[in-house]
């Protein structure tokens, strides 16, 4: 089954089509002004196959350029769009991001 396209923007990534979409979510608190997070969820167009999940500190925007920049990453540490199966998770640690902990 295809993903539905509502809510999600397309990109070009290496020559292939994905669809992503951006939302907000509350997380552990890593310190007084760290406790909510952007989330870029990635697929390829057309699906089906696995999705790609990358978190980082809210306030950090997913421009259009991060996004490609973190499915290039994502592509680049083994993530197989095309194949059905759990989420690639590529979660950043407040350490990557530079913030203190």
């Known amino acids: 089954m295809t993903p539905p396209r509502r809510g999600r923007r397309s990109?070009?990534?290496?020559g292939r089509?994905?669809?992503?979409s951006v939302r907000e979510k509350e997380v552990r608190s890593w310190g007084p002004h760290h406790n909510t997070?952007?989330?870029l969820t990635a697929?390829?167009?057309?699906?089906?196959?696995?999705a790609m999940r990358c978190l980082r500190?809210?306030?950090e925007p997913f421009t259009p350029q991060a996004v490609r920049e973190?499915?290039?990453e994502a592509l680049?540490?083994?993530w197989r769009p095309e194949a059905r199966g759990p989420a690639f998770v590529m979660d950043?640690?407040?350490?990557e991001w530079g913030l203190e902990a």
Not at 11 to 14: L, N, Q
Not at 43 to 50: I, K, L, N, R
Not at 92 to 95: D, K, L, M, N, S
């Open 11 to 14: 990109v070009e990534v290496a």
């Open 76 to 78: 680049s540490r083994g």
């Open 43 to 50: 697929m390829a167009d057309p699906g089906p196959g696995s």
């Open 92 to 95: 950043q640690t407040p350490e």
């Open 57 to 59: 500190a809210f306030g």
């Open 17 to 20: 089509a994905f669809l992503y």
């Open 37 to 39: 997070a952007a989330v």
């Open 70 to 72: 973190a499915i290039a």
